[in-house]
């Protein structure tokens, strides 16, 4: 594995606690940094001092200290030029890394070593990491983050990683007081450097009234235009977009601490509010009344093999859909736990639109396979047994698919859960899909294309099977539609399923990388997917245009101004 180093440089006024912190989330890292270079900037007091000496790091450990405090660009350039690792990882002394920042970005390292400046996005809280204010969301392929730096630093610096000779090529940190990265990036990008961000968040960065005063008067605007004549220096804009950016952004620069905040919560952030991950569907069964005779329009395929544990609150979910015109095979993958078997058997006879196949052990590929043949709709959704989805799920994608012909395949965000709590609401990329999956598994899909593509891989047992077909839909050219809401429930697994099987076999673990890096190649890059709010198409197409302005979800706002233009318009008919 690729091997790095990580610095941070603490100065005097920083809080101890805050510096324990983020340390401890270092050290907890599912893989460590080979090196740790700490810069003291300037004399510390003796609260961080302590802080630093109760550091037990197993790796090497280095500790420079400055005489006087020289700020951050200095400061981190000391750290660079120090490293003794190609790659280095950059921290701050308040923030905390997510546990597996390190593990995801050598995996982007190693996956596309063209790479030599990268960096993650960032989950801003109060207090505590639980306490998520907003998130702050960055472009993720090379041509998007040079096209972000025209306007805005197209990296959050916290999430770092970059090669060092290329840091240094470019010139290294310098002083540049609240532009240091900024700075620093623009000159690597200049300079050739290949770059991306990883589409998960990577650290929960520490906020605060402080983060934002700092961010005004008139040291920080004369730093503002110092950058902007670079960002015109290095070719990155034109004379127009410079007075552009400085006729946008100097101004909010005058505003009070306070009044700055909200101007960053409201255009440069997306605000959250603490998300109920005990708020899971599927606890309870509904009463939902279904007309027997209606045909099925949809299959729900579940692939199940010793589902006991989990496969109830499954049922719950199928069982309480607003959408009630489906059919849900169930392929039992040759089980050979009895009560697994017996929960099974139970739940299917409660319900004409179950169908249980039984075959022989081969993998959730095969499982999957099975239960398309038979299905007899043209849609598909594979759902596994242990995941969750909520009650509108089916038939927001339902109808969403049917108004929108173009698209082959329909999904909402993910959350994810049990072992790992965390939102996924990433934009669609199909260029960054061929280097990380940002798509969930259970999405409605038309028969047609699937069958085009040749239904799931049954060549390996255990492999990343739903990336594999996603990148060979987009090899069709195969347009998805993205569901702006959170519908589907991932059960993050670590000790068991099928993700974790793969993580713990390097040898399943590079066949499967072999798969994907060849159904990769012919996947088309130009697919974007269509993107539209979810409540849209809670109703059936006549009701759904009577109640959309009522609903106001996000795309109704544009619908609802060209209803008023036009009214309007006869308003001014009837007058004349």
């Not at 004549?229 to 034109?238: M, P, S």
Request: proline share 6%.
């Amino acid at each position: 594995m690729t091997k790095f180093s990580l610095t941070m440089s603490v100065y005097a006024k920083e809080n101890p606690q805050h510096l324990a912190k983020s340390l401890e989330s270092v050290l907890s890292q599912t893989v460590l940094p080979d090196e740790i270079i700490i810069v003291k900037d300037g004399p510390l007091t003796q609260e961080l001092e302590n802080a630093l000496q109760n550091v037990q790091f197993p790796n090497e450990m280095n500790i420079i200290a400055l005489p006087e405090n020289v700020t951050q660009g200095p400061a981190r350039a000391e750290g660079v030029k120090a490293a003794k690792h190609e790659w280095i990882a950059i921290m701050d002394s308040d923030d905390i890394c997510r546990p597996d920042r390190f593990e995801k970005q050598l995996k982007m390292i190693e996956e596309n070593p063209e790479l030599a400046l990268i960096g993650g996005q960032i989950a801003e809280f109060a207090e505590t990491p639980e306490n998520v204010t907003a998130t702050r969301a960055v472009p993720l392929n090379h041509g998007d983050i040079a096209k972000f730096a025209k306007k805005r630093n197209p990296f959050s610096q916290m999430t770092v990683m970059f090669r060092r000779d290329t840091a240094l090529a470019a010139g290294n940190y310098r002083y540049f007081p609240w532009f240091e990265d900024y700075d620093l990036w623009t000159r690597m990008i200049k300079n050739g450097a290949a770059c991306a961000n990883h589409p998960d968040v990577l650290v929960d960065v520490r906020t605060g009234a402080g983060m934002y005063g700092r961010r005004r008067g008139a040291t920080y605007i004369r730093s503002e235009w110092r950058m902007q004549k670079q960002l015109r220096k290095l070719g990155f804009t034109n004379t127009v977009e410079s007075i552009r950016n400085i006729a946008l952004r100097i101004p909010v620069r005058l505003l009070p601490g306070r009044a700055l905040a909200i101007a960053y919560n409201k255009f440069a952030r997306r605000n959250t509010t603490p998300f109920d991950y005990s708020n899971q569907p599927g606890r309870t069964l509904k009463k939902t009344e279904h007309d027997p005779t209606a045909p099925p329009l949809i299959s729900i395929i579940t692939p199940y093999y010793n589902g006991a544990e989990y496969f109830e609150q499954t049922y719950f979910c199928v069982m309480n859909q607003t959408f009630t015109q489906y059919e849900w095979i169930i392929a039992d993958d040759g089980s050979t736990d009895k009560p697994s078997l017996d929960l099974l058997e139970r739940l299917a006879a409660t319900d004409a639109r179950i169908t249980v196949l039984h075959k022989e052990n081969g993998g959730i590929s095969s499982a999957q396979n099975h239960g398309i043949r038979r299905a007899t709709t043209d849609y598909i959704l594979p759902l596994d047994a242990d995941d969750l989805i909520e009650p509108w799920y089916v038939e927001t994608l339902y109808n969403a698919l049917e108004q929108h012909p173009d698209c082959s395949w329909a999904y909402t965000n993910t959350v994810c859960f049990q072992d790992e709590e965390r939102l996924s609401d990433r934009p669609f990329d199909a260029k960054q899909q061929k280097i990380v999956n940002s798509l969930n598994k259970t999405a409605l899909i038309r028969k047609r294309p699937l069958f085009e593509a040749g239904l799931y891989y049954e060549g390996e047992k255990h492999f990343t099977e739903d990336w594999h077909m996603w990148l060979k839909l987009l090899s069709l050219s195969c347009r998805p539609l993205k569901i702006n809401r959170f519908g589907f429930w991932y059960r993050r697994n670590f000790s068991n399923g099928v993700r974790a099987i793969v993580e713990a076999d390097p040898e399943i673990m590079k066949r499967s990388r072999k798969l994907i890096e060849e159904a990769a190649k012919t996947a088309d890059t130009s697919v974007t997917a269509r993107e539209i709010g979810a409540s849209t198409y809670r109703e059936e197409p006549l009701r759904k245009l009577a109640r959309i302005a009522t609903h106001n979800p996000p795309g109704a706002k544009a619908v609802c101004i060209a209803q008023r233009i036009r009214q309007k318009k006869k308003r001014k008919q009837r007058k004349t």
